[in-house]
């Protein structure tokens, strides 16, 4: 639950000023606009998870207590980081070495055009989180977004070494991660023509698993597996993410799918994202055939991403699952293919979307809120993360009343971003 | 800029005059076990804590943590007033307890 704040401050944190310090001397511009480019992003993750968060006195020596800042300076320092990487990105005198960048560059292998498009997806999130307010601003979306990530060449995946359970992907089958999870059943009508005019996604049998009847089944939240029991044990169980019945247990007899392999690469932004943003804000924007275009190419990218063959992709674009002509494209459209193509890969994002349109089922078909929240909820979804325990609620408590961070329904106060 | 120059020559000087020492000096570089924090030392691991800081999300998002830990984040429903596990939103269901089954994670 703390992991996005324990990276960001601890883990990248400093590590981020090591790079640049050590940079800086050999003028090599490019290991320091990444640095940068990492740090916006994460910057931009973190807030975005928790709301208000410390910026100002982050890493300060010799402090014990931290002041908090709000969301729409951390927006603005994402701005401030990623305008110093694109400088950097863009210079090529000094040590500036694509074979150099490359050794530590698991990604991108030092391609410095690819880490500019990284920062201007960055960009793109920032200016598009802002939709529900007076000053959000369309064009520069699109701008962004035109000037990111142009093809699933450039998707920023993260590869593990996948040999053991050490350096596997955490979603993999090695790792034992996620054997409890599986689809809910919103997920899964988005995929089986329950919510797409009756036409099946030919991306279901890639991202899921049809139980051993040939039924794609999901689960709701916090109502566990009806479907295990040993009546029908054999027949309806709801398989894993990997594939396979729940009752194989031997690793090795599991290789996964989709992102759930060993060897799967960790997605931070994928073209399909940003072709997706592109689309919601070009419809915002009144832009109809903009939005229409980059909504087509958005579902496009992710069939591809996830090898559906051509022609059934080609199918499900001409069926009556996809809007036939841009004016009959709806927001809704927009969200639910970018929903899809964010499954679980994307999922931060994908809260920051349903939060811009405070969990409306008329945006998200089908999503609907469990019968009760808990108590300290007050009848209220949540809106935010707490910040992390160890430190912040043991040690830094004052800090965190100082604007009700320590409240029992702290967590279902909206953050900045989604406020008009 | 002067100087520079100087000492680049200097140095290039020292290279071609002292060069075959370079393989001896070069048992004295660790690429495992680098002295000094460089990028391309220090990178691989950053790019693994995106992935990190990111992996372990889609579950918790909207989970409860169990009693005893002491903290809320999101914590949706439970008509009991326990804390069990529940999503609020979800990117994915997390299958605790089936109707036979009483365990959880």
């Not at chain 1, 009756?198 to 051993?212: C, E, F, K």
């Not at chain 1, 566990?224 to 169980?237: E, Y």
């Not at chain 1, 993410?241 to 007899?253: E, I, K, L, R, Y």
Request: glycine content about 8%; some cysteine; proline content about 5%.
């Amino acid at each position: 639950m703390g992991d996005i704040w324990r990276s960001h401050y601890w883990s990248i944190g400093k590590n981020v000023d090591l790079i640049i310090a050590e940079a800086t001397k050999k003028e090599q511009w490019d290991y320091i606009g990444v640095s940068q480019a990492i740090r916006a992003w994460s910057w931009q993750t973190l807030t975005d998870y928790h709301g208000e968060v410390i910026l100002k006195q982050a890493w300060e020596p010799n402090r014990f207590v931290f002041d908090y800042d709000s969301q729409e300076e951390v927006y603005a320092e994402v701005q401030r980081l990623s305008n110093l990487a694109l400088e950097n990105l863009n210079k090529t005198d000094g040590g500036v070495s694509q074979a150099s960048l490359a050794r530590g560059d698991l990604v991108y292998k030092g391609d410095r055009s690819k880490w500019t498009k990284f920062v201007y997806a960055v960009l793109a999130r920032n200016a598009n989180h802002l939709s529900n307010k007076s000053s959000y601003n369309p064009d520069k979306v699109i701008e962004y977004c035109n000037k990111s990530l142009a093809s699933n060449d450039d998707n920023f995946g993260i590869p593990p070494a996948g040999t053991s359970s050490t350096d596997g992907n955490f979603y993999g089958p090695t790792r034992q991660n996620v054997q409890v999870f599986r689809p809910t059943n919103f997920f899964v009508n988005l995929l089986n023509g329950t919510v797409f005019s009756g036409v099946q996604d030919p991306r279901i049998s890639l991202m899921i698993t049809a139980s051993p009847d040939g039924i794609y089944r999901g689960v709701d939240p916090g109502k566990g597996d009806p479907t295990n029991t040993t009546a029908n044990n054999a027949t309806t169980r709801i398989p894993t993410f990997w594939g396979n019945s729940p009752s194989v247990t031997n690793v090795a007899q599991i290789s996964g799918k989709y992102i759930f392999t060993d060897k799967a690469n960790h997605f931070i932004f994928t073209y399909a994202e940003i072709q997706f943003m592109k689309a919601e804000a070009a419809f915002k924007k009144g832009d109809k055939a903009m939005a229409y275009d980059a909504f087509k190419k958005g579902i496009t990218a992710h069939m591809d991403f996830t090898k559906v063959p051509a022609a059934q992709r080609d199918a499900y674009l001409a069926s009556a699952a996809v809007p036939q002509s841009a004016d009959a494209l709806t927001i809704s459209d927009i969200m639910l293919q970018k929903y899809i193509a964010m499954w679980v890969l994307g999922s931060i994002e994908t809260w920051v979307d349903m939060r811009r349109y405070d969990y409306s089922s008329s945006v998200y078909k089908g999503f609907a809120f469990p019968t009760a929240f808990y108590i300290d909820n007050n009848g209220k979804p949540a809106y935010r993360v707490r910040p992390r325990y160890n430190s912040e609620y043991v040690w830094n408590l004052e800090s965190l009343a100082k604007f009700g961070g320590d409240k029992a329904d702290y967590h279902t106060v909206k953050p900045w971003f989604m406020l008009p | 800029m002067k100087n520079k120059l100087f000492i680049t020559s200097l140095l290039a000087g020292m290279l071609l005059s002292f060069s075959a020492c370079d393989d001896y000096l070069d048992i004295n570089f660790d690429p495992s076990n680098p002295q000094v924090a460089e990028g391309f030392a220090v990178l691989p691991p950053i790019l693994s804590q995106m992935a990190r800081g990111n992996r372990s999300i889609p579950g918790i998002l909207g989970r409860t943590p169990k009693t005893g830990q002491g903290i809320r984040l999101i914590t949706p429903l439970t008509s009991t007033g326990t804390f069990q596990e529940a999503m609020l939103w979800e990117t994915y269901g997390v299958v605790t307890t089936g109707p036979s089954e009483k365990t959880s994670i």
